[in-house]
C-alpha cells in the first residue's frame, strides 16, 4: 500500500516512468511518505543512509558508475542544507542527482516552528532546476504536480547532466498509507531537434514515428519572427497549420474564428500535435486543444524547457520549430528516393486527406468573412483598412501591435508578420518598443495601439532619436474595451471607472510636445483618410493619427462579426 499524499504518489509514479531506479534515503519523520513510497516501489532500490552529508555523496557514487540519475531523499529543515556539498560536486561533475526533500506546509516556514526554513531554491545555482510541489485538491493541481515533477526529471536528463531539486511539502497527518497502487501519470520525454538523415536511422526518431501514423496531425505555430508557410510547401499539404499574424510571415490562419463556428467540435480535434514558438494569443484554441487528451503532443523548445500551454504534452523536441518543421518537410519530400526505407522502418504514411481538406474548406470560408464583412465604424473598421492600405503599398512596414484587443484585431485582418510584446502580454512598453525599432531602419515602422497601452507608455516619444519613419495608429475608445468583452463583469459598478479606467485623454498635447505629427479623426472618412495619409505621406517626424470611437459601438461590431462566423459550416 502506498500513502495517501497525491503529490507524493505522483513523484514517485513518474520516478518510475522516468526510470529512476535508485534511492538513498535518509530518516526523518516529514519524508517518512516518500520512504514509505520508494520501499514499497519494486521498481526502485533504496540505500538507507543516516547522514544527510554522506548520503548525498553515496548517491553521487550510485550515478557515477552508469550516468544514471540516482535520488536523494532527505526530511525538512538543516537536512537538506547538508546536501550541498554533494550536490555542489554533482554540479560541477555533471552527474545526474534527483534531490527530494520534504517540506512544512509554507504557512509555517520562519514561524519558530520545528525543522522549519526556506526550502525552495536552498541550493541555488548548484541544480538545473528546483521546484516546489503543491497538495493538489483538484484536476489543475494535479496537472501542475505532474508537470513541475516532469520539468525537473526532463532536466536530469538533459545533454548537460547535474542535479534537480523537487521540494515535497507535506501536511499531517503523515501515517496514512492506505493507496493500492500508484496513479498512472502521464511522463513527458525529450528529443533532439537537430537531427537528419546522417544523424538518425529511419524511423528511430519518435516525433517523426508518430506523425508517420498520424490521421490527424497538426502544427500550431506561436509567436515567431522567422516562420514562413514557405519554407513547408510539401508539409502543409499533409497536415493543418494553424498561426497567428504573431507566428507567420502569410499573416493570421483564421483558426479562432473556425472553432467559434463550429463550437470545438470534435471532428476537428487532432490525433497528432506539434507545437512551437512562443506564446498563443487565443484562448479558444487553448481550450479546445486540453479536450485532445488521446493526441500525441510534442513541443518545440528552443532550450529544452516545458511548456504546457495545452496541458497535454508527451515530449519535448530540443530545438527551434523552424528547423524542426523543415525536418519534417524534407522526409515528407523524400518519400520517393527513400520509399523502400520507409516502408520497412516506418510503414505506409497515413492518409490525411480527408482532415486537411476539412480544416482548409473552413479556414478559407472564415478567411473570406473576414474579407466580405464591412464593419461601420469601429476600431474593427481602423484595423481592416490600415491593413489593406498596408497591402497596397510597394515597400512593406514593420508592423507592431499593442497587446489586448489591438493583437486580436489583427489576428482578423493581417495578411503578413506582425510585432507584439506577448512574452508576457503586458500594456506597458508597446510604444517605446516601436520606438526602439524604428531607430535602428530605415523602412516605416507602424504602431496600432489602444488608448491605455499608449497614455501608459507616452514618454516613448518623450527622446531625441525619433525620426520620421516612426507611425502610430492610436485607437481611442476612452477606457481599456477589452474589458467589455469579459462575461459578468458587466455586473460589477467598478468596471468603467477602476477596472476599465475609463478616461477623457486626448494625444493632441502630447503630440505637439514632442514634435509629434498630429492628426485625429471621428468617422469613417475621416479615419480612412487619415490611415493613408500616415502611411504613404513622407514626414521628416514621427507622426500619429488618433481614432476616437465609442466603446460599446466597439463591442457591438466586433460581437456582430463573431455572430456572422456562425454561419460557416462543414
Not at 520562519?110 to 525543522?115: A, E, N, S, Y
Not at 525537473?152 to 498509507?177: C, M, T
Not at 512562443?278 to 523548445?301: D, P, Q
Request: hydrophobic share 40%; aromatic share 10%.
Amino acid at each position: 500500500m502506498y500513502s495517501n499524499k497525491e503529490n507524493v504518489n505522483i513523484l514517485t509514479a513518474l520516478l518510475v516512468v522516468h526510470g529512476i531506479r535508485h534511492a538513498v534515503v535518509c530518516p526523518g519523520s516529514r519524508n517518512s511518505p516518500i520512504v514509505h513510497n520508494l520501499n514499497e516501489c519494486p521498481d526502485i532500490q533504496c540505500w538507507p543512509v543516516t547522514d544527510e552529508r554522506s548520503a548525498g555523496f553515496y548517491a553521487l557514487g550510485l550515478a557515477l558508475l552508469n550516468e544514471e540519475p540516482v535520488a536523494v531523499c532527505v526530511t525538512s529543515g538543516t537536512a537538506l542544507l547538508n546536501l550541498a556539498p554533494a550536490v555542489a560536486e554533482a554540479y560541477y561533475q555533471h552527474v545526474p542527482l534527483v534531490v527530494i526533500s520534504a517540506d512544512r506546509p509554507p504557512q509555517w516556514i520562519d514561524q519558530l516552528d520545528g525543522q522549519t526554513l526556506p526550502q525552495p531554491d536552498a541550493l541555488g545555482h548548484f541544480v538545473k532546476k528546483a521546484v516546489t510541489l503543491i497538495e493538489p485538491h483538484n484536476d489543475e493541481g494535479h496537472w501542475y504536480c505532474n508537470r513541475l515533477v516532469n520539468e525537473a526529471l526532463i532536466d536530469v536528463y538533459g545533454r548537460e547532466k547535474q542535479p534537480v531539486h523537487i521540494n515535497v511539502p507535506i501536511s499531517e497527518p503523515l501515517f496514512q498509507f492506505d493507496v493500492a497502487q500508484l496513479p498512472i501519470e502521464r511522463g513527458v520525454g525529450r528529443a533532439q531537434g537537430k537531427v537528419n538523415h546522417q544523424d538518425i536511422a529511419l524511423g528511430d526518431w519518435s516525433p517523426l514515428r508518430e506523425f508517420w501514423r498520424a490521421k490527424r496531425p497538426m502544427v500550431i505555430v506561436g509567436q515567431n519572427r522567422l516562420f514562413s508557410l514557405n519554407d513547408i510547401s510539401t508539409l502543409s499539404k499533409h497536415a493543418v497549420i494553424l498561426h497567428e499574424s504573431i507566428g507567420c510571415h502569410e499573416g493570421t490562419s483564421h483558426f479562432d474564428e473556425v472553432l467559434y463556428a463550429m463550437d470545438n467540435s470534435d471532428e476537428l480535434l487532432p490525433d497528432f500535435v506539434i507545437y512551437g514558438g512562443g506564446t498563443i494569443v487565443s484562448k479558444r484554441l487553448k481550450s479546445f486543444l486540453r479536450k485532445a487528451k488521446n493526441a500525441y503532443f510534442w513541443e518545440c523548445s528552443q532550450d529544452g524547457q516545458l511548456h504546457d500551454t495545452f496541458m497535454n504534452v508527451d515530449g519535448v523536441i530540443e530545438g527551434k520549430i523552424d528547423d524542426v518543421l523543415e525536418l519534417f518537410n524534407d522526409y515528407l519530400e523524400d518519400i520517393s528516393y527513400y520509399e523502400e526505407a520507409y516502408d520497412e522502418k516506418l510503414g505506409t504514411l497515413s492518409d490525411t486527406s480527408e482532415f486537411v481538406a476539412c480544416w482548409e474548406t473552413l479556414l478559407l470560408k472564415a478567411h473570406t468573412l473576414a474579407d466580405q464583412y464591412v464593419p461601420a465604424y469601429s476600431q474593427m473598421a481602423a484595423v481592416k483598412h490600415f491593413e489593406y492600405v498596408v497591402g497596397l503599398l510597394d515597400c512593406s512596414p514593420a508592423v507592431h501591435f499593442g497587446n489586448s484587443s489591438a493583437v486580436r484585431l489583427a489576428n482578423i485582418y493581417s495578411k503578413g508578420f506582425n510585432y507584439c510584446n506577448r512574452g508576457v502580454n503586458g500594456i506597458e512598453g508597446s510604444l517605446s518598443t516601436a520606438a526602439g525599432f524604428s531607430c535602428v531602419t530605415d523602412v516605416k515602422v507602424c504602431c496600432v495601439i489602444g488608448d491605455l497601452s499608449f497614455f501608459y507608455d507616452q514618454n516613448a516619444l518623450w527622446n531625441q532619436n525619433l525620426r520620421g519613419n516612426l507611425r502610430i495608429l492610436l485607437m481611442n475608445n476612452g477606457k481599456g474595451g477589452i474589458f467589455n468583452m469579459l462575461k459578468g463583469l458587466e455586473q460589477s459598478p467598478a468596471r468603467d471607472k477602476y477596472v476599465a479606467a475609463e478616461h477623457h485623454t486626448s494625444a493632441a498635447g502630447i503630440c505637439q510636445q514632442n514634435n509629434v505629427g498630429y492628426m485625429k479623426a471621428e468617422n469613417m472618412e475621416e479615419m480612412q483618410y487619415g490611415i493613408n495619409r500616415l502611411l504613404q505621406a513622407e514626414s521628416d517626424r514621427p507622426m500619429l493619427l488618433e481614432v476616437f470611437t465609442d466603446a460599446a459601438e466597439d463591442e457591438r461590431v466586433f460581437r456582430d462579426y463573431y455572430k456572422a462566423i456562425k454561419d460557416i459550416k462543414i
